[in-house]
T-cell receptor, first 115, second 110 residues
Framework: EAGVTQSPTHLIKTRGQQATLRCSPI?????VYWYQQALGLGLQFLLW???????NRGNFPPRFSGRQFPNYSSELNVNALELEDSALYLC??????????????FGNGTRLTVT | GNSVTQMEGPVTLSEEAFLTINCTYT??????LFWYVQYPGEGLQLLLK?????DKGSNKGFEATYRKETTSFHLEKGSVQVSDSAVYFC?????????FGEGTQLTVNP
């Protein structure tokens, strides 16, 4: 079974630019989650998509947005990049209707560097 | 709201030492509890889980028991190896929302 795949692996942008990060979930998973991991620790929840809809959002400004496509893959867009947006962005996928609760499966992340 | 508190790191041990990483949680209802591990340069991997009180999750020599009375899910391993060096995250799911602790950096020296 192929795992969660993220692209690109690394992304370098300058302040004010836009970044687009992509995620393909495990086959059959309908939920996609995005997390920001800065400074090597501490995951901050960004967004949760399921069945094409945004289900929940973390405490991030509106310039962080995304979408989920009919094939359940997802994009995270970050507009008007700021230096503090430099981080590892992790995508995870899961089922949400399994009992017991299905854990999240993570990709290896996209390292975004803003200069 | 839900929250997870982990012992602060970093933790440095010698090979074959005993490991405990403390984790306590606050949640409404009956959350499922998880430990994830992140090796350098990689994403998070599920290490073990427990879905109800008194369940013990175990994997690769690691164990954790879901203690509802103390709202804890401490991670233990009897004899750590250099290859266990990683960041460990305690997490819970309640209402389909996954909440992570801050992570604990573990370094095991030969």
């Amino acid at each position: 079974e192929a795992g969660v795949t993220q692209s690109p692996t690394h992304l370098i942008k300058t302040r004010g630019q836009q970044a687009t990060l992509r995620c393909s979930p495990i086959s059959g998973h309908t939920s996609v989650y995005w997390y920001q991991q800065a400074l090597g620790l501490g995951l901050q929840f960004l967004l949760w998509y399921d069945e094409g809809e945004e289900r929940n959002r973390g405490n991030f400004p509106p310039r962080f947005s995304g979408r989920q496509f009919p094939n359940y893959s997802s994009e995270l867009n970050v507009n008007a990049l700021e230096l503090e947006d430099s981080a590892l962005y992790l995508c995870a996928s899961s089922y949400i209707d399994r009992v017991p609760v299905s854990p999240l499966h993570f990709g290896n992340g996209t390292r975004l560097t803003v200069t | 709201g839900n929250s997870v508190t982990q012992m602060e790191g970093p933790v440095t041990l010698s090979e074959e030492a005993f490991l405990t990483i403390n984790c306590t949680y606050t949640a409404t209802g009956y959350p499922s509890l998880f430990w994830y591990v992140q090796y350098p340069g990689e994403g998070l991997q599920l290490l073990l889980k427990a879905t109800k009180a008194d369940d013990k999750g175990s994997n690769k020599g690691f164990e954790a028991t879901y203690r509802k009375e103390t709202t804890s899910f401490h991670l233990e391993k009897g004899s750590v190896q250099v290859s266990d060096s990683a960041v460990y995250f305690c997490a819970l799911i309640s209402g389909s929302r996954l909440t992570f602790g801050e992570g604990t950096q573990l370094t095991v020296n030969p």
